[in-house]
């Protein structure tokens, strides 16, 4: 078998097996979503009690993400992979076992080191994928969050189906079956992991030292980035686990109805990275982020207004009633799908971003983003129910998320324009009309810059002394922000310091 047969066999393997085990430890991830209702009646607990079950999970799940990252840079993804499997595998079934609410709360906190593989497979998928295909892979990988429905749909059936029931090694059925049967996947999968892949995997930081690794994270950007994660991850994984609540309180549905509509969302907020990922390679990474901003900002400015009417008191003390409005279950599990599916092209479009940038530091870049977007998931509930109680609305949930996407779509077009106005002025027409026979755009148009284009190949610049005519021609070597449009010929430190 030639090199490169090799190296694509290898590649094809480390991808289905990273996305194979990132599915199932998402899924474990998530559970409490579904199962808190049941342990809830169990163990008597309250709604703040409950909610800190799913939060402390989501917490735990989200800070190891950095040192994840560099680890896997460093000694590869494979042993990393492996181990977090098992270690997952130890609480996830002593989780079947909990008799009370300090134990659970414990056991979900150990659990929620599974989300921490995030980060893993997108730095041992970025170490084996060239970077033309890089956002293709990471997209694929990244649709592994559809784990989040897993036990949407299979907890209900096997909670109401196995109650009453004792199994193998004293597990009771119901709820408690389902952290138990995850227990044994998360083995099995370990096992085939460490079978399956190549046994000389790559570690593109294993000679860099830890404080080089850590030096792109000093750069702006990486919190920017981290910022437009929280946007369409945390977001993401907050309605992942206030659905289900979300939908049986405000519309009465049953579980089983709860759990298919929230799935509604999780679906295409997963399997629509993919298609993120083919997007941001074919037509840049921020055009990514602009579409995911704009419908993100339509989508939750609609499902953000209370229902209601505006009561109006004439001059004669006469009372009447105006437009008087009201979400139906239809109307509001469509707009939820629409905001899944920008959800999750923006989330291949963020990370399409970081190989390109940080190359040699997927790893610690790629953790931080993810860790960012994972403390937002657990930051975001605790802020949709305080909204609520001030508000004294539902859907000031979606009032959250507005505010939080406009915050991201502000700073980035804010960022591009303040680049394309002070260090490429050509480049304006990407956002805003040429005026019609100007030279200046005329001959940058004459190299349009592709898509691409590698980082360190020549874009036209064209300079003026005058605001009528060109004078000096030069080109200057490209960044990352400029292989995509809209984008800058050159993106300096200071510049993206100030933005």
Sequence with gaps: ????????????????????????????????GILGIPIQKELGLSNVELAW???????????????????????????????MLLATAVPAYFVSQATSYLMLLVLAFLVGFAGNLF?????????WYPRERQGFALGVFGAGNVGASVTKFIGPAIITGTAGATYLFGVDGGWRLVPAIYAVL????AVLTWVVTPHHDRMPG????????????????????????????????????????????????????AALLTATFIFPASLLRPVGGWFSDTFGARRGMYFTFTAMLVTSGILMMPNGHVVIQQADGTLTEHWN????????????????????IGKAAVYKHIPEYFPRSVGPVGGLV??????????????????????????????????????????MHWTVVHMLHEGSPHLSDWFEPPPAHNPLIEAAHAEPLDASEPTGSPSLH?????????????????????AHAPATGTEKQTTEARA
């Design 325 to 344: 409005y009201s979400i139906g279950l239809v109307p509001f599990a469509i707009l939820v799908f629409l905001l899944g599916c920008a959800m999750g």
């Design 53 to 83: 079950v799913s939060a402390v999970a989501i917490l735990n799940g989200s800070m190891w993400r950095l040192p994840a990252g560099m680890l896997t840079d460093r000694i590869g993804g494979r042993k990393v992979t492996v181990a």
């Design 206 to 257: 294993r000679s860099q030292p830890v404080a080089t690794m850590l030096t792109p994270l000093k750069d702006v950007r990486v919190w920017r980035f981290g910022l437009y994660y929280v946007a369409v991850f945390g977001a993401y994984v907050a309605l992942s686990v206030s659905l289900p609540k979300y939908y049986v309180d405000n519309f009465g549905v049953d579980l089983w109805t």
């Design 462 to 482: 064209v300079g003026t002394t005058t605001t009528s005519a060109p004078t000096t021609t030069t080109a200057p070597t490209t960044t990352p922000e400029t």
């Design 370 to 411: 993810g860790m960012l977007g994972g403390l937002g998931g657990f930051a975001l509930p605790p802020l949709f129910a305080y909204s609520n109680s001030w508000l004294g609305f539902a859907s000031s949930t979606f009032l959250v998320i507005f505010l939080l996407t406009l915050a991201c779509a502000v700073w």
């Design 1 to 32: 078998m030639s090199g490169s047969s090799a190296g694509s066999t290898g590649r094809t393997r480390v991808l289905v097996m990273s996305t194979t085990a990132f599915t199932v430890m998402f899924a474990v991830w998530m559970m409490f």
């Design 186 to 189: 998360l083995v099995a999968i």
């Design 119 to 127: 980060s893993v497979g997108i730095a041992w998928n970025a170490a």
